[in-house]
């Protein structure tokens, strides 16, 4: 499938290896973050997500870090295996009316080498 | 279980045409959004839908519409086809909408329109 990786920043990390993806958000109103998975060929798949009333959370093998001090969020992959090669995205979201409408983010593409 | 679906997977209009694009939500899912992601970039929200009724739209032309039908499938129609418009289209499902609560959008893998 086409790649959504192109001129894209870039991670190129061992398998293995711990990957951290940062991402700087953009509304200091905004209250909920999600990263997301995307493959080639397929639509952004949901990771793990955080509230703004928190700083960390743990999900299997991934970690968010939220510091809404800087407006800074980063997604921390343990063990990173060849399968974890996508692009990565976050996404801001801002309560309205009712229902939340995220903002994402331009992307990193993460390349896991065996 | 069949995950969203979304039709067809690939098109290819020229300038000024119309386009409809198709969305299969999850089953039992209420909630459709549409998102334009061109190449190189990050998916950009164009419409919300819930219950049949539009509860968020992005900063989008009005050459762009949407509706969502009683079986809670939904159209994203764009009008008057421009050489940017040419990008991949995402639809995403959720369960509802709940003031404070977000519901997981599942996304389909998009159709790719083409715009010479």
């Known amino acids: 499938g086409e790649s959504v990786g192109l001129h894209l920043p870039t991670l190129s990390v061992q398998e293995g290896d711990n990957s951290i993806i940062n991402c700087a958000y953009s509304?200091?109103?905004?209250?909920?973050f999600i990263w997301y998975k995307q493959e080639s060929g397929k639509g952004p798949q949901f990771i793990i997500d955080?509230?703004?009333?928190?700083d960390k959370r743990q999900g299997q093998r991934v970690t968010v870090l939220l510091n809404k001090t800087v407006k800074h969020l980063s997604l921390q992959i343990a063990a990173t295996q060849p399968g974890d090669s996508a692009v990565y995205f976050c996404a801001e979201n801002i309560g309205k009316g009712g229902s939340y409408i995220p903002t994402f983010g331009r992307g990193t593409s993460l390349i896991v080498h065996p | 279980d069949a995950g969203v679906t979304q039709s067809p997977t690939h098109l290819i209009k020229t300038r000024g045409q119309q386009v409809t694009l198709r969305c299969s939500p999850i089953s039992g899912h209420k909630s459709v959004s549409w998102y334009q992601q061109v190449l190189g970039q990050g998916p950009q929200f164009i419409f919300q839908y819930y219950e049949k009724e539009e509860r968020g739209r992005g900063n989008f032309p009005d050459r762009f519409s949407a509706r969502q039908f009683p079986n809670y499938s939904s159209e994203l129609n764009v009008n008057a086809l421009l050489l940017g418009d040419s990008a991949l289209y995402l639809c995403?499902?959720?369960?509802?909408?709940?003031?404070?609560?977000?519901?997981?959008?599942?996304f389909g893998p998009g159709t790719r329109l083409t715009v010479l």
């Open positions: 995403a499902s959720s369960g509802g909408l709940a003031g404070g609560v977000y519901n997981e959008q599942f």
């Open positions: 955080i509230r703004s009333n928190m």
């Open positions: 509304n200091s109103a905004s209250d909920y």
